[in-house]
């Protein structure tokens, strides 16, 4: 089974204040590690990836298989980054009609950057 | 980049009403997906598809169903509305391991 926790529904920093979003996951196969962002009003969409290692819009994440952790960080918070982020497991699973990559996604941090 | 989109942003209707919520994608992904969005609960798969006319359910398949007859639109159907139902519902199409969304669309079931 594929789970994702983020702990923190809430986040509140400063301006310019580092931010880490925490991400922790549980599968025992190979993963792919996302970050979605959703900004308000608009849609869904993905920030970053693991296997891309970069950098968008000044945030990174590392995976970590031994602590099964795939943090988003950002060292200088700015106002604009105030939204919801969702950090997801792609994994593969076994379905009626054959094995198929499931996404499971956190529950969610809502991420407020005060001026 | 791939565009996904549904056919209303906003939808009221009454309890027991049959619902339908429409999806289109335009670049030819096979994997089509149905999540519904609520506040503390994250996103949730209902339904997805692999192809046309195929389907499988996802965690939360009860009180939905789908239908793809054709690859580019993926509709979501729920049979009798009801308030519990009350969400968004976000469409979503890929042809790897992330996805590509669209707008959403929040229902209103009174």
């Known amino acids: 089974a594929q789970r994702v926790t983020q702990p923190e529904k809430l986040l509140s920093v400063f301006k310019g204040a580092p931010v880490e979003l925490k991400c922790n996951y549980s599968?025992?196969?190979?993963?792919?590690l996302f970050w979605y962002v959703q900004y308000s009003r608009q849609r869904l969409q993905l920030l970053l990836r693991h296997i891309s290692r970069e950098s968008i819009k000044g945030f990174t994440a590392d995976l970590n298989k031994g602590e099964t952790s795939f943090h988003l960080k950002k060292p200088f918070a700015q106002e604009e980054d105030s939204a919801m982020y969702y950090c997801a497991l792609s994994g593969l699973e076994l379905w009626s009609g054959g094995s198929n990559y499931k996404l499971t996604f956190g529950k969610g941090t809502l991420l407020t950057v005060n001026p | 980049d791939v565009k996904v989109t549904q056919s209303s942003r906003y939808l009221v209707k009454r309890t027991g009403e049959k619902v339908f919520l429409e999806c289109v994608q335009d670049m030819d992904h096979e994997n089509m997906f149905w999540y519904r969005q609520d506040p503390g609960l994250g996103l949730r798969l209902i339904y997805f598809?692999?192809?046309?006319?195929?389907?499988e359910k996802g965690d939360i398949p009860e009180g939905y169903s789908v239908s793809r007859e054709k690859k580019e639109r993926f509709s979501l159907i729920l049979e009798s509305a009801s308030t519990n139902q009350t969400s968004m519902y976000l469409c979503a199409s890929s042809s790897d391991r992330g996805r590509s969304f669209g707008p959403g669309t929040r229902l209103t079931v009174l």
């Open positions: 598809s692999y192809d046309v006319k195929m389907k």
């Open positions: 599968y025992s196969g190979s993963p792919e």
